[in-house]
């Protein structure tokens, strides 16, 4: 089998260096070929590449491409933008990624939980005044997404002792977990969070997700994190909710914009936790060891990892 590799990524030339210096020496007996190095002949062989945010125009010169391997673990661009190609497209799925994201999940789950906010307020202020203390069995987490990311933060949740519901496309099954799922029970589970958390996929049907409509279903008092994609929730919408004290925070970590306009109004809200999109970055000798198992299997057996559904986008 043709073992040589395209390498494309939209990424500073360090970055790149980085990651060829991590994944290179896994791969022996393949040849990784950064794209602006790939000869004409090399082109028109290359079955399978390495990519982070590639340029599809990139991906269009490679006719034998049978699948890419998405450094990521989200890959809506690649859907978006490359809607007509026939390669499978396989994202990052790493148990670290998954455990890093659940300690985020937990770090600002608690932050929420013991009103660090509030508090951070009353010290600028000069504020010296006591809340009340909520049992951790009664503040209602909802985690939209039971997927790679959402599971692990549904476990770390319970081992701390959090109510948790989740909701997902098709119904789960998670021991001591409310579980919802569909947009006929979107409601049901919107109406029971005090802290709702997104970790769902950005696709055709949640982008605007969480819009006016949706975000009046959290209890007053309730607040949000989104640790996936900006377009999911309607950020003006949520401005609003924030601004009349419908809801009480929200911690963001990704936004339609990144990163984030200076003239962005998110920046100045005292309701708001602005995050540079650092809740679950990718481990670089976790994900190499990964990407690297993933082309030994298939230059060994032919076989493709598991890909996205494109019907679906996610
Ligand atoms: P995943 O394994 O594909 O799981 C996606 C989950 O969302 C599944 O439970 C799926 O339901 C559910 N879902 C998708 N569309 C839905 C819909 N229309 N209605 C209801 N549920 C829906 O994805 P993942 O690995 O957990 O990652 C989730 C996202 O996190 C990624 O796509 C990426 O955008 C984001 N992410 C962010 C960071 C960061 O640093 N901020 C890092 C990594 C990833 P089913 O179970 O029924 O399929």
Request: glycine share 6%; aromatic share 6%; proline share 6%.
């Amino acid at each position: 089998m043709n073992r040589q590799i395209a390498f494309i990524g939209k990424m500073a030339s360090k970055d790149q260096d980085a990651w060829l210096a991590a994944i290179r020496p896994l791969l022996v007996d393949a040849a990784i070929i950064p794209y602006e190095e790939i000869s004409p002949e090399q082109r028109m062989n290359i079955e399978v590449a390495i990519v982070a945010n590639p340029d599809p125009k990139d991906l269009a010169t490679l006719p034998a491409l049978r699948w890419v391997q998405s450094l990521w673990a989200g890959v809506e661009r690649l859907v978006v933008e490359l809607p007509k190609v026939n390669f499978d497209i396989v994202r990052m799925i790493d148990p670290n990624l998954a455990s890093t994201m659940a300690e985020a999940v937990l770090a600002w789950t608690y932050y929420l939980h013991r009103d660090m906010p509030k508090y951070l307020f009353q010290q600028k202020h000069k504020i010296w005044q006591q809340g009340d203390l909520r049992e951790l069995k009664d503040r209602n987490i909802g985690i939209l997404g039971l997927g790679q990311l959402g599971r692990a933060a549904v476990e770390k949740l319970l081992l701390n002792g959090f109510n948790v519901s989740g909701w997902s496309r098709r119904l789960s099954n998670m021991e001591g977990v409310k579980c919802f799922a569909g947009m006929d029970q979107l409601a049901d589970i919107l109406a029971k969070s005090d802290i709702l958390i997104c970790l769902l996929p950005l696709t055709a049907e949640t982008h605007g997700l969480l819009n006016d409509k949706r975000l009046r279903l959290l209890p007053t008092g309730a607040s949000i994190i989104n640790f996936s994609r900006g377009q999911i929730i309607d950020q003006d919408a949520l401005l609003r909710h924030l601004e009349n004290a419908h809801l009480d925070h929200a911690v963001l970590d990704v936004f339609e914009t990144e990163p984030l306009p200076m003239t962005s109004a998110l920046w100045d809200s005292p309701k708001i936790t602005v995050l540079p999109h650092i809740s679950a970055p990718t481990n670089t000798r976790t994900a190499s060891e990964i990407v690297a198992r993933n082309l030994m299997t298939y230059f060994e057996t032919g076989k493709i990892p598991e890909s996205i559904s494109r019907p679906r986008g996610y």
